[in-house]
């Protein structure tokens, strides 16, 4: 089955860049979001279609595509930027949702 | 503003079926635009698809759940729902019902931009 990787933790100090990245052989062809969950919270989407940005997210998110690789930068990092980050997209065909296994930011 | 609502049993006997529904209010569950999904995280782990409806009843299914899956759709009363049967102690979660956005022509399953509350169904007896 279709797998969408991603590193488990990530960790930087506040104000700094920090960098999420999600490897699928299929995201060359399909398109990657990006979930914000904090605990005991649904998750929200913060980035879609590689590099959108919904009406209320940050500016200091953004998202970027580069062959079977996408990346969540967050630029300056702030204290309430903790929390899961999650990748999700569709396998070849378009008709089977994946997630990544979900990347923990924590801001030292 | 769009609102997602998840209701059923907290806890269901192991081999026995899981049901719930999704409330939608706010807006239409019968707009030709999205699909509408389900999407389930085991305690301390990550999220996972479960499958996504349209009003019409077309549904796409995990792949790694579909045999054990049904979901079904009551546009009267703008409700969408899920059943899972033969349940284990491995399908206790918090359960998310959530607004799929998709490419209707050709359809190509995109991105969940609105989410209920999540519920948490445990499997125990």
């Known amino acids: 089955s279709y797998e969408l990787t991603q590193p488990p933790s990530v960790s930087v100090s506040p104000g700094q860049t920090a960098r999420i990245t999600c490897s699928g052989d299929?995201?060359?062809?399909?398109?990657a979001y990006w979930y914000q969950q904090k605990p005991g919270q649904a998750p929200v989407l913060v980035i879609y279609?590689?590099?959108e940005r919904p009406s209320g997210i940050p500016e200091r998110f953004s998202g970027s595509s580069s062959g079977t690789t996408v990346t969540l930068t967050i630029s300056g990092v702030q204290a309430e930027d903790e929390a899961d980050y999650y990748c999700?997209?569709?396998?070849?065909?378009?008709?089977?949702?994946?997630f990544g296994g979900g990347t923990k930011l924590t801001v030292l | 503003q769009l609102q997602l609502q998840e209701s059923g049993p907290g806890l269901v006997k192991p081999s026995e079926t899981l049901s719930l529904t999704c409330t939608v209010s706010g807006g239409s569950i019968s707009s030709s635009s999205y699909y509408w999904g389900w999407i389930r995280q085991p305690p301390g782990k990550g999220l996972e698809w479960i499958g996504s409806i349209y009003y019409s009843g077309s549904t796409y299914y995990n792949p790694s759940l579909k045999s054990r899956v049904t979901i079904s759709v009551d546009t009267s009363k703008n409700q969408f729902s899920l059943k899972l049967s033969s349940v284990t102690a491995a399908d206790t979660a918090v359960y998310y019902c959530?607004?799929?956005?998709?490419?209707?022509?050709?359809?190509?399953?995109?991105?969940?931009?609105?989410w209920g509350q999540g519920t948490l169904v445990t499997v125990s007896s």
């Open positions: 959530a607004r799929h956005n998709v490419e209707v022509f050709g359809v190509v399953l995109l991105y969940f931009d609105y």
């Open positions: 279609k590689d590099s």
């Open positions: 299929a995201l060359p062809k399909q398109y």
């Open positions: 999700q997209s569709a396998d070849s065909s378009g008709t089977s949702v994946v």
